[in-house]
């Protein structure tokens, strides 16, 4: 069975979207094991679960990783640090009513706080 090109399509644009910044987890490339991965944040299996498959492409649920750290966080072993989230995942994540699937992976968001100064 050929693939839908409309669907290849949109999983083509997500991977080069997500990964055109490189590995977004390890500041030194020398730490990275290629290649760079499009990550999803909250799991295309929870999405799918929740009848949201229409949500499997948007970048604004992803970030680039190298394999190493990809295939850490999915393990379980060492989860992406919760300031390596980028604000788009957060914003996704909250207009889904799913900010607390990031914080239950991730940890809870800090949000900046005023200058105590001021």
Not at 9 to 17: C, D, L, M, P, S
Not at 20 to 37: A, K, M, T, V
Not at 59 to 83: M, Q, T
């Amino acid at each position: 069975m050929a693939a839908d090109p409309e669907l290849q399509g949109r999983q083509e644009a997500f991977k080069r979207i997500v990964t055109r910044n490189g590995c977004q987890i390890h500041d030194d490339p020398l730490d990275c094991e290629y290649p760079i991965q499009a990550c999803h944040l909250i799991p295309k299996s929870a999405l799918k679960k929740r009848g949201l498959k229409e949500y499997f492409w948007d970048p604004r649920n992803a970030l680039g990783a190298c394999y190493k750290a990809h295939r850490r966080s999915d393990a379980g072993l060492e989860r992406f640090p919760v300031e390596r989230i980028p604000d788009a995942a957060w914003d996704f994540a909250t207009e889904l009513g799913l900010d607390y699937m990031l914080e239950n992976l991730y940890g809870k968001r800090e949000l900046d706080r005023p200058d105590p100064a001021l």
